[in-house]
Every structure is written in C-alpha cells, then in structure tokens.
C-alpha cells in the first residue's frame, strides 16, 4: 500500500517504521523527563535523600553533589552507549541492534526499581538504562535516514524528536498521578512504566525492513531492492522494474562500491579527504550545541527551578512545558521539510537567544519569589524559547545527523556526534546545581550566547541537505564549488536546480517526459567535458 507525495509513491510501511524506531526517542525522553519530579517526590526524598531529622521529609534534602550524580550518571551511560552503538548497528544490523539496546535498558529499569535505601544502586541502574539509551540515540536516527524515502526523510527522522518531546510530557503526566502515593509506588510505578516502552520497540522492530543501505553494505543486493520497495510501498513483483527503485538501487550500489574501495575505521572519520573530518566535526558541534541551547535546563532541573520562583506546584508548570514542546515539534517537522535545514536553525538560534535573554534578566532583576509577575514573564519566556526549540533546534539536529556522513563512516560519524550530545548532557547535568547556586538566573545568559554561536555556525558551515538523496548530499559536500551559503540551489550533474530534481523524479514516476531546461543541457554538457 502506497500514498503519492511529490508525485512518487511512499509506503506506509516508511510512516509505520519511522513511528516505531522513534519509540528509541520515546524512552529518551521518558527517562529524561522522570527524574525531575521523582526528585521532589516524598518516598524517594526519604529513601535517599539526607534527612537531619529521620521520617521527616521537610528535612530531607540532597546534597548537590549527590543530585547531580543521580540526575547525571543516566548521561554517562549514554556517552558509552552512543560510542558502543556504531559498532553494534554495523555488525548487527540496524533492527537487531535496537533490540538489544532494548533489553539493555530494562535491566537497567529493574536495578532502579530494586533499589531500597542505596542511592548509589539507583544511580547506577540509570548508568545501565543510559547504555540501552544512548545506543538506540546512535542508531534510530541512523536506521530512519537510512529507510526513508528522500522526500520526506526529514519529516520521518524528525519523529524521532517528537517522541522524544511526547515521552517527556508522559513522564510528567504519569508523575503528577503518582505523586500522591505515599509508599515507593509513587516513583517506582514512573520508573517501571519504561519496561513496556522497551519491549514494544524491541519486538515491533523485528517487524520492519532493514535498512536497506546496511544489506547493500553487506552485499546482500536484492533484500535491499526488496526494502526500498517496501519503504515505496511497491509490490515485490514490480521492485526490479521499477524506475524509482532502479535509481536508488543504482545509486546506493555506486556509492557502496567506491566506499569499499577503502576499509573504513574510526580513523577515517578524522580524515579530510571528501570532508570526512569536516563533518565529523561538523557533527560534534551541531549536537553539542543542542544541548548547550539549555533546553535540558528546564527538564531536567524545570520543577525545582518553577518552585524556586514562588509557584505553589511546579508539577503543573512542568506539564504545560512538556505540552508545549511536543506539540510544537508537530509545527518543526513541517517547518524543516518546507523550508529545509538551515533557515530554520538560525531563525531558531536567534529566537532561542532572545527568549532565554529576557527568562536571565527577568530573574536578575528582581528575586522573582517575592515577585510574582517576574516569575509569570520567566514562566512564559521558558514557554516561548521551547516553542521556537521544538520546532527547530531540537528535531533538525537529529536530522542532520541522519543525512550529513558517508555511508561507510556513517555510523561511527553518527556515534561520535552523539557522543558529543551526551558529554554536554552529562557536564550540563551535574554541573548546573553548582552553576545555579553561584550565579543563579544569570545562567540563562550563558544559554543565549550559545544559542547565537549556534545560528552562526549553522550559516557559515552547514549544507542544506533537504530534498536530496543520502548519496547526492554526499557529493554535495565533495563539491568544491559549493559553499554552504550557496548549497540551497546545488543540484546533481544533469539538472539545473534542487527544484530541477524533484520534477524530474515526478515526470519519470508519471511516465511523461519532461522538456529539459537549457540550465540542465549546459549543466549536462560542463559535466561531460569535466570528464572527458
């Protein structure tokens, strides 16, 4: 079964495994949003918080070097993870990989939910949770790019990101109907809950094609013939004839060839040759800056910063949060398919940096606890800078990171960038109690500087890679001709614009014929005389 988009034929098996490979970014986002209001929950507090007065919660408080550590160590178990995952994904395979990844991460749910008063044991489950974590984080945005049809790889990739949003709010969703519980049921329940998660993607994976770059890869040719169809929503019958098919197949086994020209190691990824180290590089920076726009600031710290600006539940606020940034993340992967990459990744910096500007001053200014309309502007400036996140930084990030690298090192690249995200998320994690406590609301300063670095970054050394296939991104990049500024308009030899390539790609689906332009005749003639 298939659906025409562009003029070309997409199957709802693309929607189906692109929805249930984001399920990785789900328990992402469950296990991030879980921990800042099982923090404040009572049981927990009283398990394995310091109490001066035993059995009194109003006494119980955490150390911060003991809350960055338990808030933390799930980002140290994802750095491992994401460099573990490259590996796992190329010897596995994309779908078996995540399965594993799978159960991973729930035997890390079943050491925090046996923990009794040892708030180390704890800690250390979500260190174990943090391997399945951040493997998946290597991997679903990998597998998505990899299987998705060109036309709406952003959009699919994307999900990723909205479940990861979707998760977050569930989280907190779940919490706020626990809370009141007043045993250990009120933060294990929360915690347990993410076993089911995990074994829905773990199972339902096994369904869905591989990926049909890692079978090319593995010189197994006709199965990928046979999962691109599928991604297409082409009968299998009609997969060897058919001209969107022989295209891609063509080009996938082009690229696979020459790629196997020379054996990819982890230090090819840090070579220049084809701009290989400059999107490695590339990569690093783009993840890193995600986390460095602050949004973890709110999540993973969110309650505890509302309650200190005087609200009576901080709860709710952390609800209307996680509400806003899922469901703006609906408006970014419109956004990001409609107007490509880097537009909206500046605009997005600079709206981010403007947001978290006025969030720093306001609770500069004045103490915003005794001042409650100060505290309502930091509530709605944390409201607006997750609405400009969710529907820019925060999906396309994840795109590019499925889009940008080479198939070859595509993987180890895809670790490493993430690998980036997580040593940010770790160091923004455990740092932020001790930056909070010296500077306070200032730290929203540094989160705008940041996010201006972003936008700068994204304009002078980011190329649009929307519209394009993995192979021709690939030789977008190679191009000495383009520069990223420019990148926009590239198109492959043979036709005139990136507009050029998406009416050829229908014509040829529609079986018409299509006059060609004389940019694309000149272009056409360039190229043969550049190779002759």
């Keep these: 079964m298939a659906f025409y988009f562009q003029g070309v034929p997409i199957g709802w098996v693309a929607i189906m495994l ?18 800042s209001d099982i923090m404040l929950m009572d049981d927990f507090l009283l398990r394995f918080a310091t109490c001066s007065t035993p059995g009194d919660v109003t006494t119980c408080s955490f150390s911060t070097v003991r809350e960055g550590l338990i808030v933390s160590l799930l980002s140290i178990g994802t750095l491992v993870g994401a460099l573990l995952g490259a590996p796992t994904a190329d010897f596995l395979g994309r779908r078996y990989a995540m399965s594993v990844e799978c159960v991973i991460f729930t035997i890390g749910v079943i050491i925090q939910i046996a923990s009794k008063q040892v708030w180390q044991q704890f800690a250390f489950g979500r260190f174990v949770g943090g391997l399945g974590v951040g493997a998946l984080s290597a991997a679903v945005p990998m597998y998505q790019a990899e299987t998705a049809p060109s036309q709406i790889r952003g959009t699919l990739t994307a999900t990723y990101q909205l479940f990861i949003t979707f998760g977050i709010l569930v989280a907190y969703c779940i919490s706020i109907g626990t809370r009141d519980i007043s045993n250990s049921g009120s933060w294990r329940i929360v915690v347990g809950i993410g076993i089911l998660w995990a074994l829905i993607l773990g199972i339902g994976i096994l369904f869905m094609p591989e990926s049909p770059r890692w079978l090319a890869a593995h010189g197994r040719m006709e199965e990928a013939r046979l999962s691109l169809a599928r991604a297409r929503g082409v009968p299998e019958e009609e997969a060897k004839n058919h001209y969107i098919i022989a295209r891609e197949v063509d080009e996938i086994k082009s690229s696979i060839e020459f790629e196997r020209q020379v054996r990819a190691g982890w230090i090819d990824c840090f070579k ?20 460095l726009t ?52 500046i605009v997005g910096g600079i709206w981010q940096s403007i947001w978290l500007f006025v969030f720093a001053a306001a609770g500069t200014a004045v103490d915003p606890a005794t001042h409650p309309g100060m505290g309502k502007l930091m509530i709605v400036s944390a409201c607006m800078f997750i ?16 889009e940008t690298f080479p198939t070859r090192t595509r993987a180890k690249q895809g670790s490493l960038s993430t690998a980036a995200n997580w040593i940010w998320n770790f160091l923004l994690a455990f740092c932020t109690p001790f ?60 036709y005139s614009s990136r507009q050029d390539l998406i009416d050829q790609t229908r014509a040829a689906e529609a079986h018409k014929p299509h006059t060609l332009e004389e940019g694309r005749l000149e272009k056409l003639s360039e190229s043969s005389a550049d190779g002759s």
């Excluded at 692109?18 to 921990?35: C, H, K």
């Excluded at 084809?274 to 800056?289: A, D, H, I, P």
């Design 387 to 402: 609405w400009g996140y969710a529907m820019t930084w925060a999906p396309g990030i994840w795109i590019l990171i499925g």
């Design 18 to 35: 692109a929805l249930l490979a984001s399920m990785g970014g789900f328990i992402f986002g469950y296990d991030t949003g879980q921990i």
């Design 272 to 291: 220049p040759q084809n701009k290989t180290l400059y999107r490695t590089l590339l990569g690093m920076s783009l993840q890193s800056l995600q986390q």
């Design 435 to 494: 930056i909070s406590s010296a500077i306070g609301y200032r730290y929203g300063f540094i989160f705008a500087a940041c996010n201006l670095t972003g936008a700068v970054v994204v304009y002078f050394f980011l190329y649009e890679s929307s519209d394009l296939s993995l192979e021709n991104v690939n030789m977008m990049y190679t191009d000495p001709n383009c520069k990223p500024w420019t990148s926009r308009e590239w198109a492959p030899a043979g």
């Design 294 to 345: 602050g949004a973890n600031y709110f999540f993973y710290y969110g309650a505890t910063v509302f309650k200190s600006v005087g609200l009576s539940d901080s709860f709710v606020t952390q609800i209307i949060l996680g509400a806003v940034n899922f469901f703006c993340t609906f408006g970014g992967m419109y956004i990001l398919e409609r107007f490509g990459r880097r537009r909206p990744l």
